[in-house]
């Protein structure tokens, strides 16, 4: 085994799967005129809605998928595998937080729902790698790589950017407040660049059903972060990745208890 480096996990991980950036926080289509009224036009409109979810969970389940199976791949190469020595605690507890970490992914896997319960998949593969990397730096008495703050806005974009320096340029009152609101939480460089402008930053997607002014059931789609708390885990922690509990709540399915209710605004 010797001094073999563990190569960059999300190069090693990412390498040859599909880019996940295309998923987008997009609401459906506006209805072709002439607009159909009433019942109809509810009903047109929940396909649309549905069958825009189903799209988006048809690209993203397959790409999790192999996103889970080439984790697995790197956690059990020969070429990295140790085990941790009596006495060394914190390589131990890393080593067994990362396989925590794998399990929680395929269980998820198995029992996912919506986009976010996918993207905390993804989430929760590259919290395994960075525990295994870690575990096995401290066992070669090296400094563990820090990781960085996943993306808020959509978790799939992977580590947001770093807080950009101010250089003293010149800037009107606008352009200040929306570099403000864009630091409140981690973002992409995307994601931040698209906040500054003042635009909407690529959110991931979550499907929600509220009751319209007739008590009707309306299906939408909705920013997964929008969702109550208490009926997605993932609403306030990017899909587990500010939530180092994330992998222990899966496994014991804490992700499956879901109420009705409409999304938090």
Known sequence: MGKYRVPNPLRVILAGLPDLRWLRGRLPDAPVHPEPSGRTRS?????????????????????????????????????????PDPGQSA????????????????????????????????????RAVELFVAARARHLGQRPPVPRPRCFYNPLHGAAAEPPRDRGVRKGRRVVAREAAAARRPACE??????????????????????????????????????????????????????????ARVLRGEHRRRTVGPPAG
């Open 91 to 126: 390589v131990r507890r890393d080593y067994l937080a990362a396989t925590e970490a794998y399990q929680a992914a395929g269980k998820l896997l198995d029992e996912a729902q919506d986009l976010p319960d996918l993207a905390a998949c993804v989430v929760l593969a590259d």
């Open 190 to 247: 995307p994601c931040r660049l698209a906040l500054v402008a003042g635009e909407a930053p690529d959110v991931l997607p979550a499907l929600w059903t509220v009751r319209d002014e007739r008590d009707r059931p309306v299906t939408l789609l909705v920013p997964y972060y929008a969702l109550p708390r208490q009926a997605s885990i993932w609403a306030g922690t990017a899909c587990g990745a500010y939530d180092a509990a994330a992998a």
């Open 43 to 83: 009903r047109e409109r929940e396909k649309r809605v549905r069958a825009e979810w189903e799209a988006l969970r048809e690209q993203l389940a397959p790409a999790a998928a192999e996103h889970v199976t080439r984790v697995g791949e790197l956690l059990a190469d020969p070429r990295t595998e140790f085990t």
